[in-house]
């Protein structure tokens, strides 16, 4: 039997010229996640936590799915819970975008909001409350502890990077959120060879507007963060990634989120360092997600 769930995972990688003329000895490709059902990398941490729970018995029918996520997560919980026949509620920041309150409520799914002062870590704090209160009730993935999270792109996305640049990536640059991606990807990519860099992308200050990327020196540190697996941590500022995010929309046709930005302004300072190399990184989600909060330029006075 096949569900959309099947669809989650093997995403293309689509090679980006912006920084050919610059840098001609840097191929640079990206995974663009957004070809997951959900519309972003987080189907696949989503897939992952909600199977392992399934499995280890911790998931059952008369369980909600709780968590708390700025939204991408969420899109993935509530599409899979639909597919799968399991109840959702999401806590997120008052603040996140209409478009991925919208999508959320599309698929079924219920939102309580945490203050929008506190971010991310206000969501965590609440879901923690909420869970506490009633911890039969909740299945609580927690994305930010869970192994299931990053064990999804080690076994996923590394191994789909190691096959589509048949092994020559020398190169591997991905933002920081709960760290999944980074840290699940890096460890597969490392095992297999060794002498594979890794950068890591986080906001360059803890007042940012890199939806889905987490300040690590000011925020609840993630349980699945390893700094081992980290070669570099670059701080990337916000405006030059939302111009990054602009240009690569208007030069190839990618529109892509302001974290995908984020990526090609470390694969840009990476190509001025090294000169030559295969660098892949991921795109984590569209532009399509960002129109209403004007990244785009497009937002109608
Ligand atoms: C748009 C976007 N980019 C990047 C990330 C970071 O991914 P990860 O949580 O695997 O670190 C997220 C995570 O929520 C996200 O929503």
Same mark, same amino acid.
């Given at each position: ?38 519309? !972003? ?18 998931? *059952? ?8 996520? !700025? ?40 939102? @309580? ?37 990053? /064990?999804?792109h080690y076994?996923?996305t590394a191994l789909e990077i190691l096959?589509?640049? +048949? ?13 999944? *991606?980074? *840290?699940g990807t890096? /460890?597969r990519l ?13 906001? =360059? ?17 993630? /349980? ?5 697996? +980290? =070669? ?25 989120? $302001? !974290?995908?930005?984020?990526? @090609? ?5 990476? +190509?001025?360092?090294? $000169? ?26």
């Amino acid at each position: 039997m096949s569900d959309i769930t099947r669809l989650v995972g093997n995403t293309p990688l689509l090679r980006v010229r912006l920084f050919e003329r610059e840098f001609p000895r840097v191929e640079v490709h990206a995974k663009a996640e957004w070809f997951n059902p959900g519309g !972003s990398v987080k189907d696949r941490a989503a897939l992952s936590m909600i199977e392992d729970g399934e499995k280890r018995g911790a998931l *059952t029918r008369d369980k909600t799915i709780i968590d708390s996520t !700025s939204g991408n997560t969420g899109i993935a919980y509530a599409l899979i819970g639909a597919a799968k026949g399991y109840r959702v509620q999401l806590v997120m920041p008052r603040n996140v975008s209409a478009e991925r309150k919208a999508l959320v409520t599309a698929y079924g799914a219920q939102i @309580l909001y945490s203050d929008a002062g506190e971010g991310s870590d206000g969501a965590i704090r609440l879901v923690r409350e909420i869970v506490a209160a009633q911890p039969e009730r909740y299945f609580y993935p927690d994305q930010y502890s869970n192994p299931a999270n990053p /064990r999804a792109h080690y076994e996923g996305t590394a191994l789909e990077i190691l096959e589509q640049t +048949a092994g020559r990536i020398t190169h591997f640059v991905a933002g920081l959120g709960t760290t999944g *991606t980074f *840290t699940g990807t890096s /460890r597969r990519l490392k095992e297999h060879d060794a002498s594979i860099r890794t950068i890591a992308v986080q906001p =360059d200050d803890s007042f940012h507007g890199l939806e889905g990327l987490k300040h690590l020196p000011t925020a609840i540190v993630p /349980r699945i963060w390893d700094q081992s697996l +980290a =070669d570099e941590v670059w701080g990337c500022p916000t405006e030059p990634a939302y111009e990054l995010a602009r240009a690569v929309a208007r030069s190839e046709g990618l529109l892509v989120g $302001h !974290s995908s930005g984020a990526a @090609l302004w470390a694969v840009r300072r990476l +190509a001025g360092a090294i $000169h030559e190399g295969v660098v892949v990184t991921i795109f984590p989600d569209s532009g399509d997600r960002y129109l209403s909060t004007g990244l785009f330029g497009a937002k109608e006075s």
